[in-house]
C-alpha cells in the first residue's frame, strides 16, 4: 500500500490491528515521511513543533511559571521555509488546540550532525505534504543542554499556557 501511496487504506489497517501504537495513537510507517534525506544542521537553520505531551510536576498547579526548555522535548519539526507550514500539512493527530505548546528552534552553534528530512505522508485525517525532519532523541537534548538551539515560543494552541518573556511559561490549567 505505500509504495502504491494508498495512505488512507495503510492507516486504516494501522489503526484496526493497532501497528505503530505510541500513546495509544498509530503512527504512520517510515517515521511518518518518505523520499527522506540526510540534512545537514547548519548555523541559523530554523525549526518548528507543535507539542502535545506535557511533563509536568507531581505537584504543579495552575500559576506556577516553568522554564519551557525543561518541557520541551519530541524530535520532529517542520523545517521554516519562505512560506507558513499548516497544521494540517504536519498530519499530526487530533486539531490543533490538542497541543499544548508551538514553538521554533533556530540552530545557533556549529553542529556536526545530520537529520533526517522527508515529506509528510497524508495521515490522522490531514493532507500531509509538508517537509519534516527527525533529530534523535539524544541529539535534541545534547542541543538544548548545549546551548546550540535558540527555543522560541510561539503560543499555547490549548491555552494551558501564558507565554512569558525569557523562554518561561505560566501554567493556566492542568491538562
Not at 68 to 94: D, H, I, M, T
Amino acid at each position: 500500500m505505500a509504495r502504491e501511496g494508498k495512505w488512507r487504506e495503510l492507516e486504516q489497517l494501522f489503526n484496526e490491528n493497532r501497528i505503530n501504537v505510541s500513546d495509544d495513537i498509530s503512527w504512520p510507517p517510515l517515521d511518518g515521511a518518505i523520499n527522506q534525506y540526510d540534512e545537514i544542521i547548519a548555523v541559523l537553520n530554523k525549526y518548528d513543533r507543535f507539542q502535545r505531551n506535557i511533563e509536568l510536576p507531581a505537584n504543579a498547579k495552575p500559576g506556577d511559571i516553568f522554564d519551557a526548555e525543561k518541557l520541551v522535548r519530541g524530535y520532529y519539526f517542520s523545517p521554516v521555509g519562505s512560506s507558513p507550514v499548516s497544521f494540517g500539512q504536519r498530519a499530526l493527530k487530533g486539531v490543533i488546540t490538542d497541543y499544548h505548546l508551538e514553538y521554533e528552534i533556530v540552530i545557533k552553534g556549529p553542529i556536526d550532525k545530520t537529520a533526517k528530512t522527508g515529506k509528510i505522508i497524508p495521515w490522522h485525517g490531514h493532507e500531509g505534504g509538508a517537509l519534516q525532519t527527525k533529530f534523535s532523541n539524544a541529539e535534541w537534548f545534547e542541543l538544548i543542554r548545549d546551548k546550540k538551539v535558540q527555543l522560541n515560543l510561539k503560543s499555547s494552541p490549548s491555552g494551558m499556557f501564558e507565554i512569558l518573556p525569557g523562554g518561561k511559561v505560566k501554567l493556566l490549567r492542568l491538562p
